[in-house]
């Protein structure tokens, strides 16, 4: 199998910035937990006191030391390797639609489920998670090196949705609603394809059978006499 590595991104990438940011507002809003009411995604203040920004700032919030560091080196090292294989504008697309994503799906689960209306979310955990499986599922069958050990891409995103597992596990699923969501719709868009790769394969579709259904009255004038000599066949 090829193996692929890659080194620290520049500082001046989108990735290092995404990284600078996640690390400032998580230490910002612990030293000011306050603000955690207006950065966190909180259904209840986001459907009472319309504070929509929260389907974005949850996404830069992380709730401890070990989170921080960690949530900064991952998006910093990751998503800089998905920055050089997509661009800076598909890497931030993916960044922001699919946290934003996740958060609009927590929100319609606790219009169901009224339990997690009142419960605030940091989202560190579900840009980081979504960087990571979307840098395994990238590679695929590729081999990736995580900490000395030598795995495939696939195992790789397996590994970063097991950390999920693991956190639910312990901390209860509620805990990582946000993250599960994530991770779901990373699989879907990296497997199956974004909303614009659905319709460009149903315009196909309409397409291939517009064409067959106008070349079905057409029919050969020998009736399919001539065997294998194409040339000798004419439509009419």
Request: aromatic share 12%; charged share 15%.
């Amino acid at each position: 199998m090829a193996r692929l590595t890659f080194r620290m991104p520049s500082m001046r990438s989108a990735a290092a910035a995404l990284a600078v940011t996640l690390v400032a507002a998580s230490v910002v809003v612990a030293i000011f937990k306050p603000l955690a009411l207006y950065t966190y995604l909180v259904p209840e203040a986001v459907f009472g006191r319309y504070f929509v920004w929260q389907l974005v700032t949850y996404a830069f919030i992380e709730a401890t030391p070990l989170g921080v560091i960690f949530g900064g080196l991952i998006t910093w090292s990751i998503g800089g390797a998905l920055e050089a294989t997509w661009g800076r504008k598909r890497l931030l697309r993916f960044a922001f639609g699919i946290v934003v994503a996740a958060g609009i799906a927590t929100l319609l689960l606790a219009l169901a489920i009224p339990q997690l209306v009142a419960r605030g979310y940091p989202g560190g955990s579900v840009l980081t998670g979504a960087l990571w499986v979307a840098y395994g599922l990238q590679l695929g069958r590729a081999q990736a090196n995580f900490w000395g050990f030598p795995m495939t891409g696939n195992q790789l995103a397996l590994l970063g949705a097991a950390f999920v597992f693991l956190n639910a596990a312990f901390g209860g699923l509620h805990q990582v609603i946000p993250e599960a969501f994530a991770l779901l719709f990373t699989y879907l868009l990296l497997r199956v394809g974004g909303p614009g790769d659905l319709l460009t394969r149903f315009r196909s579709w309409q397409l291939e059978r517009d064409l067959k259904r106008r070349s079905a009255h057409l029919r050969s004038l020998d009736g399919g006499r001539s065997g294998d000599r194409g040339s000798d066949k004419y439509l009419h």
